[in-house]
């Protein structure tokens, strides 16, 4: 069975720092891509970054230059170091797995990020 553990969130003020981290254990063959999506209240789930198989990054607009998306490929874990932080980062934010040809798609539990102005 697989599982997506996270962890670093919690709450900071603006402009400052945090790194989540999320594990997967269990049987998890052949990743296409691995991410981070964030949800805030009333809000639709809105993706952060992600990170394929090849190493290529992608970033929401919004956090582009402040946010950096990295794995270890040894571990099956991958990170989000988060830079300057504004209260509109404020949400919970799940991990995210995904093989090839949408064959599976795992989901962390989330982690709260809050950013106090």
């Known amino acids: 069975q697989v599982q997506l553990v996270e962890s670093g969130g919690g709450l900071v003020q603006t402009g400052g720092s945090l790194r989540l981290s999320c594990a997967a254990s269990?049987?998890?063959?052949?990743?296409?891509?691995m991410g981070w999506y964030r949800q805030a209240p009333g809000k639709q789930r809105d993706l952060v970054a992600t990170?394929?198989?090849?190493?290529?990054?992608n970033y929401a607009d919004s956090v582009k230059g402040r946010f950096i998306i990295s794995r270890d490929n040894n571990s099956k874990a991958w990170y989000l170091q988060m830079n300057s932080l504004k209260p509109e980062d404020t949400a919970v934010y799940y991990c995210?797995?995904?093989?090839?040809?949408?064959?599976?798609?795992?989901w962390g539990q989330g982690t709260q990020v809050t950013v106090s102005s």
């Open positions: 269990g049987s998890i063959f052949n990743i296409n891509v």
């Open positions: 995210n797995v995904k093989g090839y040809w949408g064959r599976w798609d795992y």
């Open positions: 990170i394929s198989n090849g190493g290529s990054t």
